[in-house]
């Protein structure tokens, strides 16, 4: 059984993902840092559904406490997807962000990526065949007010996967990347009330997390094997 590891899987996007991953009959590790028993309900429930899934806590800005973690995964043999999910917001408009506000940011959606991906690129590299897949942001792409960190750490990983997946081309693995724009979550009415969804998006609606784990479980399948180095968004039209 093919394994995946999901980080940020206890959020929305990240839970669907895992769902729709142990759907395809992967084996997921539903990662989490501070919501590891949001972690433990998914993980148990996709065990209870009949699914193969375990919940694992580190801080993917943690360098050590990673390499630590992923060792004793490793443990069991390679894991062969990778969908770095994890990210965190903490918004501010430039002029008033904290140096701290912007190098947590960084710390964890950009640093993350390497933190999580690098030790495991070598097992994978030697069973000829991966998936990674990388959770960015129409913020990196349009820009945001308020996000320059954001939108800086996400736009990093357009880059880091481009390089990454003409390094891994001639190995069986694929790097590419999905930047959702509006999807609904608990948050989505209170920041995006319908009035500016309508506005900003030209399909007058916000995203499922479900759809963006269909496309990233199709990135992530036997049948995506030529697509590598791709930004591809997924926002209702948005420009």
Not at 156 to 177: D, F, P, Q, W, Y
Request: proline share 4%.
């Amino acid at each position: 059984m093919i394994r995946a590891l999901v980080t940020g899987g206890s959020g929305g996007i990240g839970a669907a993902v895992c769902r729709r991953l142990t759907a395809d009959g992967r084996h997921v590790y539903v990662h989490a840092n501070s919501r590891f028993a949001r972690a433990e309900e998914l993980a148990a429930e996709i065990v209870t559904n009949g699914g193969s899934a375990q919940a694992v806590a580190f801080d993917v800005a943690d360098r050590d406490g990673t390499e630590t973690a992923l060792r004793k995964l490793l443990a069991d043999g390679p894991i062969q997807i990778v969908v770095n999910n994890a990210g965190i917001h903490d918004d501010a408009v430039m002029p008033g962000m904290r140096p701290e506000q912007w190098s947590r940011v960084i710390d964890v959606s950009l640093n993350g990526f390497f933190n999580v991906t690098q030790p495991l690129l070598m097992p994978m590299i030697g069973t000829r065949w991966g998936r990674i897949v990388n959770v960015s942001s129409v913020a990196a792409l349009a820009g945001n007010r308020g996000q320059t960190n954001y939108a800086a750490a996400k736009a990093g990983l357009h880059g880091a996967t481009k390089a990454l997946a003409l390094e891994m081309a001639s190995r069986g693995i694929t790097v590419n990347v999905v930047a959702p724009g509006i999807i609904t979550s608990s948050m989505t009415e209170t920041v995006f009330p319908q009035d500016v969804v309508d506005r900003l998006v030209p399909m007058k609606r916000a995203g499922t997390p479900e759809e963006v784990a269909d496309l990233i479980a199709f990135l992530a399948s036997e049948r995506a094997g030529y697509i590598s180095g791709q930004i591809i968004s997924i926002n209702g039209a948005m420009t």
